[in-house]
């Protein structure tokens, strides 16, 4: 898989060197910990404009379905207790 143009190189200066603590999005240190919930936050709105992008064009491409989850959920709504 290619390479995201979004990583950032740790303090020595090599961009592979922080692959070990992508995985987490921690790296352990205190002093990092507020950017690395920002880079969490960023990556988290950037999953979910993606995942909202792809159910809207799926749902251009098929509008039959759509439609049937769009009743599904409205059912689902008038059926639900308060």
Same mark, same amino acid.
């Given at each position: 898989?290619?390479?995201?143009?979004?990583?950032?190189? /740790? !303090?020595?200066? /090599?961009?592979?060197?922080?692959?070990?603590? /992508?995985?987490?999005?921690?790296?352990?240190?205190?002093?990092?910990?507020?950017?690395? /919930?920002?880079?969490?936050?960023?990556?988290?709105?950037?999953?979910?404009?993606?995942?909202?992008?792809?159910?809207?064009?799926?749902?251009?491409?098929?509008?039959?379905? !759509?439609?049937?989850?769009?009743?599904?959920?409205?059912?689902?709504?008038?059926?639900?207790?308060?």
């Amino acid at each position: 898989m290619s390479e995201r143009p979004d990583r950032i190189p /740790d !303090a020595s200066g /090599d961009p592979g060197a922080s692959h070990g603590s /992508d995985a987490t999005g921690t790296t352990g240190t205190s002093a990092s910990e507020p950017q690395s /919930d920002a880079e969490r936050r960023r990556r988290r709105a950037r999953f979910l404009r993606e995942l909202a992008e792809a159910r809207e064009l799926r749902d251009r491409v098929q509008p039959r379905r !759509a439609k049937a989850a769009r009743l599904r959920h409205a059912m689902r709504m008038r059926t639900f207790r308060w």
